[in-house]
């Protein structure tokens, strides 16, 4: 949020960005980093989810889908998204899911696995 200076006796202009944040949590289990964004009234399309250099980008519009002639409360956001998540885990990105039921987009991200390296014997050293 930016807020305008004005001289004296005149309008405070403060402006917002037009993109906001949905509630997210982000949580580990044993096999998973997961990753919950509450955001009702969307469909499975309205989502775009990237992965990219250990960064998790989800972005998507939700529109206001009844006209309005005035608003006497607003608190349900309307417009574009985006959710940021910088992951400190390598996950297995060929097993990357994402799914929404219930006005929550799930994305699960599976911890890599740990390869065991076998070391062989090249021959004998003079």
């Known amino acids: 949020m930016r807020q305008e200076h004005f001289e004296p006796g005149h309008w405070i202009v403060w402006q917002h960005s037009p993109t906001w944040r949905p509630p997210t949590d982000v949580y580990e289990t044993d096999e998973a980093v997961i990753v919950r964004v509450e955001i009702a009234g969307m469909r499975e399309t309205d989502f775009n989810v990237t992965l990219h250099d250990q960064l998790l980008v989800i972005v998507g519009a939700r529109t206001d889908p009844s006209p309005k002639v005035a608003y006497h409360q607003l608190e349900v956001r309307y417009g574009d998204f985006r959710v940021e998540v910088t992951l400190h885990w390598q996950v297995d990105e060929s ?25 062989i014997e090249i021959g004998e050293r003079d």
């Open 95 to 119: 097993r990357v899911t994402a799914s929404y039921q219930d006005g929550f987009l799930v994305v699960t991200l599976p911890k890599a696995r740990n390869r065991r390296v076998k070391v």
